[in-house]
């Protein structure tokens, strides 16, 4: 079955520390990747997305990610973490046959210590 | 660009009662997406129209939910005699015709509270 899997449900990071959440998915095929951002009471925001060519994508707010197929993997990552970045982050995934919807993981609540 | 719309923001009512949402969605863009997102979860899909035709329902979607977008344009998801579980939040989201891989914007949601 097609699935995204965030191991990860709570992170604890320091501001200015480095972040890294991990997002895997489940298919034969590589499907269209993305990573959303959710604060409070919001809608989702568009951080990045990779569908093909060069693992290593970069988006919005200083975060890339890297997919690896060998790992079935798509983590996100930001050098340095500043406090507003605490949110919830969503994996998600378009997997062929699967129609134009997004298959979202459970999420990864971030939380900044100042 | 004024961003996808959705209308309420919240909306509380009792059990049994009829409820209706919109969506406005980014002007040119003609797939629109409904989501529902529970506590805890990540949105999980449950419609989906290219221009006025629903292609693609969720089994989630019960006889009890029904969605529209008539011209193509805004779209309406109504519930009848809501039930508690029906309590989570709404997503809209859209995007422009194209391959899959066309990212989907989401509006703000609305959030449904069942008394």
């Known amino acids: 079955a097609q699935s995204v899997t965030q191991p990860d449900i709570h992170i604890t990071v320091s501001e200015g520390a480095s972040l890294e959440l991990r997002c895997n998915y489940s298919y034969g095929a590589t499907p269209y990747l993305f990573w959303y951002v959710q604060s409070p009471g919001q809608g989702l925001q568009l951080l990045l997305k990779y569908f093909s060519g060069d693992t290593l994508v970069q988006g919005i707010k200083g975060f890339e990610a890297e997919f690896k197929r060998s790992q079935s993997s798509f983590n996100l990552r930001k050098p340095s973490v500043h406090w507003s970045d605490a949110a919830e982050y969503f994996c998600a995934g378009v997997f062929t046959g699967g129609g134009n919807k997004l298959t979202f993981g459970t999420g990864t609540q971030l939380k900044v210590e100042l | ?115």
């Open chain 2, 1 to 115: 660009d004024t961003g996808v719309s959705q209308n309420p923001r919240h909306k509380i009512t009792k059990r049994g009662q009829n409820v209706t949402f919109r969506c406005d969605p980014i002007s040119e863009h003609n797939r629109l997406y409904w989501y529902r997102q529970t506590l805890g979860q990540g949105p999980e899909f449950l419609t989906y129209f290219q221009n006025e035709a629903q292609l693609e329902k969720s089994r989630l979607l019960s006889d009890r939910f029904s969605a529209e977008r008539p011209k193509g344009s805004f779209s309406t998801l109504e519930i009848q005699r809501t039930e508690q579980g029906d309590s989570a939040m709404y997503l809209c989201a859209s995007s422009p015709t194209g391959g899959s891989n066309q990212p989907q914007h989401f509006g703000d949601g609305t959030r449904l509270s069942i008394l």
